[in-house]
């Protein structure tokens, strides 16, 4: 069963669920800043680097009975839900909700996956909370750090679609790609909020990110400089009084405020 009981400090996963849940090794959106990919593939060699480009199904965990966790559970945490997985990440979808869990869905969504969810899972609706990972408009952006993931335009028509389904919504801008157009991107984005909007740096870029030449050196330039503290602090004074912002650990951090002390509180 691949499932993480966390008992260490709360950041990362931590700040938003008790325990995580996933059903495969691997994901083909390719991110160059992907921690579950540095952690399975450079960290623990489960998987070569070309094993990782797709889904492995864990059928363990497919089959697996869930328990009922003492709060919010996250699905997934070190893959993406895509059309190779869909039917596995249904499955245990559903057996953690007829569990009693509250799951929070967090993905870079395919339209189509997330209609499937929506066919499936309406009963659920008070049960779930989708955490689309939204972190850039800008195309080249995207599809220089994750550039086998849903562009920016099928990332907002599923926040959509879910929110129009009476669905509980909220977005993850972590790592933020784009720090000089979070404001008019969290502008965009709010009518469709139900929840939160998070907001969050890139961590151990230096030690994750590959520098592939002059190209991705200018990319990893513009993430350092969005990401010094006079930048945060700036866009911190600009949302602040944003009721549905809420900071990740790497900018409460920067702006002097309390790191939760909870698991999973989400907030
Ligand atoms: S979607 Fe998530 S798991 Fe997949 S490559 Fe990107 S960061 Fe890694």
């Given at each position: 069963m691949q499932h993480e009981e966390q008992k260490r400090p709360v950041q990362g996963t931590r700040e938003w669920a008790v325990a995580t849940v996933d059903c495969c090794i691997g994901c083909p959106h390719g991110c160059r800043y992907c921690y579950a990919r540095y952690k399975q593939v450079d960290r623990l060699h489960l998987v070569t680097e070309i094993e990782w480009q797709h889904s492995r199904i864990i059928d363990s965990a497919v089959m697996a009975e869930y328990p009922l966790y003492d709060g919010q559970v996250m699905f997934p945490a070190h893959h993406d839900i895509v059309p190779e997985n869909l039917d596995a990440c249904i499955t245990v979808l559903r057996s953690l909700l007829e569990a009693g869990n509250r799951v929070l869905v967090v993905s870079k969504p395919h339209f189509d996956c997330i209609n499937a969810?929506?066919?499936?899972?309406?009963?659920?609706?008070?049960?779930l909370l989708f955490r689309l990972t939204i972190t850039?408009?800008?195309s080249r952006l995207l599809s220089f750090w994750e550039p086998e993931a849903p562009p920016y335009s099928e990332r907002i028509a599923s926040l959509i679609c879910l929110f129009s389904n009476g669905f509980q919504t909220s977005v993850s801008i972590e790592p933020m790609l784009d720090r000089s157009d979070v404001v008019a991107m969290v502008d965009e984005l709010l009518p469709y909020v139900t929840d939160s909007i998070w907001i969050g740096k890139m961590n151990k870029l230096q030690e994750r990110v590959k520098s592939e030449g002059e190209e991705s050196g200018r990319f990893i330039q513009l993430i350092e400089e969005g990401q010094r503290d006079e930048s945060i602090t700036a866009l911190y004074n600009e949302l602040k009084d944003v009721s549905k912002i809420r900071w990740k650990e790497s900018i409460k951090d920067v702006v002097g405020l309390p790191r939760a002390e909870e698991y999973g509180l989400d907030k």
């Open positions: 969810l929506i066919r499936n899972f309406k009963p659920y609706r008070r049960k850039a408009r800008a």
